[in-house]
């Protein structure tokens, strides 16, 4: 099922805080949202889980504009992990799994056989099998983000989007999660600040800035030393990652004192080959 934001812009208070952006999502990719802090990526994103409405433009599930399905109906179609996610009530992590399902129960309806097998599955994937029992309140920041992670899988959407799902994991669960998502066969979009780990996990990027999409595309295609001097203020050397040939990012520490990150230069980003409108068009 793929997933297609058209034209969606956020104003909120007088300020934009998405302008136009078009983005495909197609079935079983994973798409990553890049840009720096306040570019409009977690907003987006809650246009997708219906969490904001668009001021302007729509999100489409396949063939369904989304603000024609009922909540129930687009909670089974897509599921979320939020920055927001928790629970300040001590349940279970069995518990917690087992919310997932929510959408799909009518009432106090109980949980059939296949559906406690899928919980099951769900905290062996994410290797939380051994803290069933423990209360969620209990665990640490890295160990609540996975129970929440297995509680999205159990809803069986078509979409899941993820806000920042590597916070708080060690690289061990970082790498295991987005191995994860990449072999999952859904639909994914997912905001994710490290840029090595976009590059690795993504079939595509897009990246934002100041609420507008500046380039989409295959991370080789959109990873370059202009775009992250451009879009973010800092210098960058690429190399290809030795063994898959991903494109890796290597920082040096002193930033441009003349550049404010996610203020991108016009002349600079449209001299870009990748983000030339031709480029958007066909990637976008």
């Not at 969606?8 to 802090?37: A, F, I, K, M, Y």
């Not at 987006?44 to 729509?58: E, F």
């Not at 890295?142 to 993820?162: D, F, M, N």
């Amino acid at each position: 099922m793929d997933l297609r934001l058209d034209a969606v812009s956020v104003r909120v208070d007088g300020t934009d805080l998405v302008r136009e952006l078009s983005l495909d999502v197609g079935h079983e990719q994973v798409v990553g949202l890049v840009g720096p802090n306040g570019s409009g990526k977690s907003t987006a994103l809650r246009c997708v889980y219906r969490a904001l409405k668009p001021t302007t433009g729509s999100v489409w599930i396949g063939k369904d504009d989304l603000q024609s399905l009922s909540l129930r109906r687009s909670a089974q179609a897509v599921a979320a992990l939020t920055q927001e996610s928790g629970s300040d009530l001590d349940f279970t992590v069995e518990e917690i799994v087992a919310l997932g399902r929510t959408p799909h129960l009518r009432g106090n309806e109980p949980l059939s056989y296949r559906e406690r097998e899928l919980c099951r599955q769900a905290m062996e994937q994410l290797d939380i099998t051994h803290l069933a029992g423990r209360g969620v309140l209990e665990l640490s920041g890295g160990e609540r983000q996975r129970v929440l992670v297995a509680r999205a899988l159990v809803q069986e959407p078509r979409v899941l989007v993820l806000d920042e799902p590597t916070n708080h994991l060690d690289i061990r669960h970082q790498i295991e999660l987005l191995s994860l998502l990449k072999g999952s066969g859904l639909t994914v979009l997912v905001v994710l600040h490290d840029l090595n780990l976009a590059a690795a996990a993504c079939d595509r990027l897009g990246v934002l800035a100041e609420g507008r999409l500046v380039v989409s595309g295959s991370p080789p295609e959109v990873l370059t030393p202009a775009l992250i001097r451009d879009v973010f203020g800092v210098e960058a050397t690429i190399v290809p990652h030795p063994l898959t040939g991903d494109p890796q990012l290597l920082y040096t520490l002193a930033p441009d004192p003349g550049h404010s990150p996610g203020r991108p230069p016009a002349d600079s980003i449209s001299s870009s080959p990748s983000s030339a409108p031709e480029r958007q068009r066909k990637t976008a």
